[in-house]
């Protein structure tokens, strides 16, 4: 069956759910979208497309920046990177700080929100302006020049994010902040209101579906091991401490934000997001992670 017609049946079946889930509120600016979006898209590495609903539509990608950000930071800093911050699933919310005290102000990966804070403090040690470098590398993977920050949502978290600069002020007591958490802070609250539609993200993250190739141009964007790594992480921390009933479900290295987006990778092959504002307990679209369950069992492209 082709993907387009897939996509339509997953739209049929999942209308009635359409709205389910809580938008997430602790960020004031995300409160008033309508839950009731949903959009899917997917891309192919070697040109096929498919797309449903409001796909066209931007929103506050959150934490599936962690993913670019990562991939920079692999980039630039190679194995330095592994000694600030580990490869373990957390089991905890993605904005706990528990095992922070615990374990030495080393975050246990950098899909969570502590370990992004550090991935981020290490961008900030490499480049001038890190908001801009973080951007640019966005806008390069999707071929895209508009691609913007909302400065709306980075001005709401900033002025809400007082856990995220807890946490940022609790590493840097480790030493395991180097920058200024302020301004550390400022770049990671920018990053996560990048505003970007699921076209846009499903084409921006086909390199990692291809070897760390972006399929348009041909460009070796990170090394084969890199991108194999990276699917890796998002396969075992990408959900947070719903990564294991996600792997049951859908079992696709996967990356989710708060702001209602999921981007999955079938390595070799695709790269798909779907967004529906609606978060579960965990903190993930529901309805999304409920359409990546159908994709998967529709298609038989789940890695396992
Ligand atoms: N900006 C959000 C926060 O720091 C990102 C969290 C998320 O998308 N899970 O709380």
Partial sequence: MKLQQILNEIYQELNPDFGQGKVANYIPALANINPNKFGMAVHSISGEKAFVGDVNENFSIQSISKVFTLALAMMECHEKVWERVGREPSGNRFNSLVQLENENG???????NAGAHVVTDLLSSKYENPKY?????IRKLAEKEEIFFDNDVAKSERETGNRNLAMGYFMKSFGNIHNQ????LDTYFHQCAIAMSCTDLAKAFLFLANDGI???SGEQIIEKLDSDRINALMLTCGMYDSVGDFAYRVGLPSKSGVGGGIVSIVPGELAICVWSPGLSENGN???GTKALELFVRKTGKGIF
């Fill in 181 to 184: 958490v302020r301004v550390v």
């Fill in 106 to 112: 080393i975050p246990r990966n950098p899909l969570i």
């Fill in 285 to 287: 679209s529901y309805v």
């Fill in 133 to 137: 470098e973080i951007l640019q590398f």
């Fill in 214 to 216: 972006i399929p348009y």
